[in-house]
Every structure is written in structure tokens, then in C-alpha cells.
T-cell receptor
Framework: NAGVTQTPKFRVLKTGQSMTLLCAQDMNHEYMYWYRQDPGMGLRLIHYSVGEGTTAKGEVPDGYNVSRLKKQNFLLGLESAAPSQTSVYFC???????????FGPGTRLTVT | DAKTTQPPSMDCAEGRAANLPCNHSTISGNEYVYWYRQIHSQGPQYIIHGLKNNETNEMASLIITEDRKSSTLILPHATLRDTAVYYCIVSPISGGGADGLTFGKGTHLIIQP
């Protein structure tokens, strides 16, 4: 099993550009999450999904959109990137909210 | 608001037991205690979790006080590869709402050779 994979690993955007980050899991997990981590900080929840076709806002959702069209994939979109969105983005999945979360390797995004 | 309090950093000699404390004095009856760690630049890794009983797995032991207001993560024989930031997190058993984990700043554990 590959576990949780994230694409791309690195990306540099100019202000105003758009992009989509892809998260894929092969563990048949119902729950998926997107977090961001800024330097010296813990992770903060952006959006999450409790099942295929569902999404919900987390702690810091502004400037991001998400979609969960297939159970194994969770997409994070930036419609108009801003320098404040420079961060490392982690995706995670879990069988249920009470179970452990499995994290991907992260995507390092720089917005100039 | 942080629901847990951890020391910002700790040192431990290689081969010794590393004991990482965590205070969670406002924990509710329906909240688990989770421990994760993050090795530099990698995604967080689940270690262990518990409700009120002590727990042990192949990675670590978790000791939770009887009043559940604090806990200790024990790495029995620390190695250099255990150098990481360790996060203590309290989270509901079942939320239905914002089920993500709330990460604080954690404890940076440095294993000394």
C-alpha cells in the first residue's frame, strides 16, 4: 500500500495564479483532511471530508476550495494565490474521526 | 485556545527512556489523548492514543493519570531517529463536526549520542 500520496511535492506560484493539490489514499478511508503548517507552528485544519461527495470547513478555510468526487481522492484548490498562502500543505486520512490519521509527505508551496 | 501544555524542548541520551509530559487539565470525558510526532520536513506520524487506561504498543507507552488531567509518553529506548517534534492532542471520541486534530507547538525532543 502506498498510503497517502500528495501531488506535487513542490510548487512556486505567482500572486493571482491558481492551482490544485491532489491527495490520494489507498486505505479505503472515509475521512480525509487538508492541513497547512507555517514555520515554527503546528498544523491547522483547512477543510475536511467525512465521505465521498461531502466537504466541510476547518479552522482556516478562507482562500481555499475542496472537492471529494471519489472516495480515494481529496483535492485542494487555490483560485487566486496570495503570499500568505505560502506554506507546507499536508493531507491526511482516517477510517473514522476517532481513529488515527495517516499523513502524506506534504506539498511545499511558495507564492511570490 | 490550546487544550494541552507541553515543554517546548527536551534532551535525552541515546539508549535511555524518553519521558514526555503533557498537561490537559480541561479534558472532557469523551476526549482521547493522542500522540503524534513529526520528524523534520515529514508528515506527522501517529504514535499512540488512550482514553483512561495506560496503553502500550511497539513504539511507545502512554501513561494517563487517574484524574486524566495529564499524561506521559514514554519511548523506552530512545535512538537518534526519535529526534522529532512530539505533539500531544486531545480530541473527541466522535465529533461529526470539525474532526481534524488541533496541533499545538509540541515538544522538540533531541536525542543526544
Amino acid at each position: 500500500n502506498a498510503g497517502v500520496t500528495q501531488t506535487p511535492k513542490f510548487r512556486v506560484l505567482k500572486t493571482g495564479q491558481s492551482m490544485t493539490l491532489l491527495c490520494a489514499q489507498d486505505m479505503n478511508h472515509e475521512y480525509m483532511y487538508w492541513y497547512r503548517q507555517d514555520p515554527g507552528m503546528g498544523l491547522r485544519l483547512i477543510h475536511y471530508s467525512v465521505g465521498e461527495g461531502t466537504t466541510a470547513k476547518g479552522e482556516v478555510p478562507d482562500g481555499y476550495n475542496v472537492s471529494r468526487l471519489k472516495k480515494q481522492n481529496f483535492l485542494l484548490g487555490l483560485e487566486s494565490a496570495a503570499p500568505s498562502q505560502t506554506s507546507v500543505y499536508f493531507c491526511a486520512s482516517s477510517r473514522h474521526s476517532a481513529y488515527e490519521q495517516y499523513f502524506g509527505p506534504g506539498t511545499r508551496l511558495t507564492v511570490t | 485556545d490550546a487544550k494541552t501544555t507541553q515543554p517546548p524542548s527536551m534532551d535525552c541520551a541515546e539508549g535511555r527512556a524518553a519521558n514526555l509530559p503533557c498537561n490537559h487539565s480541561t479534558i472532557s470525558g469523551n476526549e482521547y489523548v493522542y500522540w503524534y510526532r513529526q520528524i523534520h520536513s515529514q508528515g506527522p506520524q501517529y504514535i499512540i492514543h488512550g482514553l483512561k487506561n495506560n496503553e502500550t504498543n511497539e513504539m511507545a507507552s502512554l501513561i494517563i493519570t487517574e484524574d486524566r488531567k495529564s499524561s506521559t509518553l514514554i519511548l523506552p529506548h530512545a535512538t537518534l531517529r526519535d529526534t522529532a517534534v512530539y505533539y500531544c492532542i486531545v480530541s473527541p471520541i466522535s465529533g461529526g463536526g470539525a474532526d481534524g486534530l488541533t496541533f499545538g507547538k509540541g515538544t522538540h525532543l533531541i536525542i543526544q549520542p
